[in-house]
């Protein structure tokens, strides 16, 4: 039985054109304090985005990446919004 209730998906996207992320890094960027060895920034902590990823999943969201080098990077957040 179908109720006619449905979720409604929110995506947001972050995108930059930097210099991407290698794709060595890209199943590690999530945890925290880790550091890309090819990474040309000497400042930051590594922990921006797993408090991210800690946001958006205390929310129910999810989040994705997509990132080419010398292209750019692209973050995608999901959340689920019930209707009432």
């Known amino acids: 039985m179908i109720s006619g209730r449905f979720n409604t998906l929110l995506k947001i996207e972050v995108k930059d054109n930097g210099c991407g ?28 985005l797993s408090l991210t990823k800690a946001i958006v999943e205390a929310h129910g969201g999810t989040i994705e990446v997509d990132s080419q080098i010398d292209v750019g990077t692209m973050f995608i957040m999901n959340f689920l919004i019930p209707t009432k």
Not at 26 to 38: L, T
């Open 21 to 48: 992320i290698h794709p060595e890094d890209i199943h590690h960027i999530f945890k925290r304090f880790y550091r890309s060895r090819f990474s040309k920034d000497s400042q930051g902590l590594g922990l921006g």
